[in-house]
């Protein structure tokens, strides 16, 4: 990548990571926390609090992704975040599950991953965007880390409460970022944002739906998660870390090998199959050994592995195949996809924890990359170009 390239990833990837560390904080906390609230949640409506952010990101995220094609990528990202901070200090401010859920509601609303990918699509190659994106998804993925050993010792010192509270701030100072370190680029076309061409092709389809059943296994697993660390391992929240840490950090070291080898040899499609099966066997084996820490761990390894590949592949591909000026568009319908996949994935979670317990909602989300086997095996190859990475 040359300088410009790098210093886009390296600034989104501030961006992303000042954004999400906050949302990603919560994630280990927020179903025991709902349990402490002086009126105690139900695992439903815990299920909702961490998933509703993924519905309203899927309403907003297209016309955001469209506003974007016309009105220029950094207004929107602004726009977006002004409002997810609101969410933040919203849900940071109240006790009530009702109020926390509407809280997380108004985040979602703060849509602004179209906008981000779009600008990073705008100004990388295409023989270098899939590792950009990759490297800015292992960024997320950091920040992932990051979130998780710390979401637990700082829900100790200022609650979940201040946690959301927390995220507004550092969503308010993601601003600077935006507006200094990201390169502008030029707008060498006119932007339409017309969405009948993203929506009449099948691959793109096949993509998004793709990301919905991604995101979808990635809250289900984390409506369950920590209760199986609780139980399993019996280690309070404060120790979760302990297991996110190790976990998280090594399933990161094989992804950019294996990008670069499955690009190099023409094995892209094999790869991305073979990422979305890790994911269905980490579940079967979550679900039937959930009970041994050492099965549990070693599905979680494998699970963030297959899910840290499929993060950065994902969204390079919809960039890639997208027509030039809808590509805000495609990248909204996409987004919309991954976080109404968030949403449904937290609903199944909770509703199947509630019913089935531990085991029953792993059993549940290995549905979900067994689906997408189905849909993948008709994703059609990708195929090298000279100078260029992969095409599909």
């Known amino acids: 990548m040359n300088a410009q390239e790098w210093r886009a990833v390296f600034a989104l990837g501030a961006l992303y990571a000042l954004r999400m560390i906050g949302m990603f904080m919560v994630l280990p906390v927020f179903a025991l926390y709902a349990r402490e609230l002086p009126v105690p949640a139900q695992a ?13 990101q899927a309403i907003v995220q297209i016309p955001m992704g469209i506003a974007s094609d016309r009105y220029g990528r950094k ?60 490297i800015l998804g292992a960024g997320m993925g950091l920040a992932f880390v990051f979130a998780l050993v710390l979401g637990p010792v700082v829900a100790g010192w200022i609650g979940v409460d ?18 200094l370190g990201v390169p502008t680029p030029p707008r060498t076309v006119e932007r339409e944002g017309d969405l009948r061409t993203v929506l009449a092709d099948a691959q793109l389809l096949r993509l998004d739906a793709g990301i919905f059943l991604l995101h979808a296994c990635m809250t289900a697993v984390f409506t369950t998660v920590p209760l199986a660390i609780v139980e399993t391992l019996g280690l309070p929240s404060a120790e979760h870390w302990r297991v996110y840490l190790p976990v998280l950090v090594l399933s990161l070291v094989p992804v950019f090998p294996l990008i670069r ?33 050492v099965i549990l761990v070693g599905a979680l390894l494998l699970y963030f592995t297959g899910f840290n590949f499929l993060e950065g592949a994902l969204p390079s ?76």
Do not use: C, N
């Open 44 to 56: 439903w409506q815990a299920g909702i609090a961490i998933g509703i952010y993924g519905l309203t």
């Open 75 to 134: 207004p929107v990202i602004v726009v977006g975040m002004l409002i997810f901070a609101a969410g933040s200090f919203l849900a940071g401010s109240t006790r009530e599950i009702e109020w926390i859920i509407a809280g997380r509601a108004l985040q979602g609303a703060g849509a602004v991953s179209s906008a981000v990918a779009a600008l990073l699509a705008d100004v990388t190659r295409d023989s270098v965007r899939t590792m950009a994106m990759a």
């Open 162 to 179: 201040g946690i959301f509270l927390l995220t507004g701030i550092l969503a308010l100072l993601s601003l600077p970022v935006v507006l």
């Open 261 to 293: 080898s499955a690009e190099r040899a023409g094995h892209f499609k094999p790869a991305f199959v073979g990422a979305i099966g890790l994911l269905a066997v980490a579940l079967t084996l979550a679900a039937a050994g959930h009970q041994s820490v």
């Open 317 to 392: 591909l919809i960039s890639r195949i997208a027509p030039p000026a809808q590509k805000g568009a495609a990248l909204g319908v996409y987004s919309s996809a991954q976080f109404l996949g968030a949403f449904a994935g937290g609903t199944l979670g909770g509703f199947a924890l509630q019913h089935g317990g531990i085991g029953g909602a792993f059993a549940a989300a290995i549905a979900l990359p067994v689906i997408w086997l189905g849909l993948a095996a008709k994703l059609a190859a990708p195929v090298r170009q000279a100078g260029e990475g992969v095409r599909v």
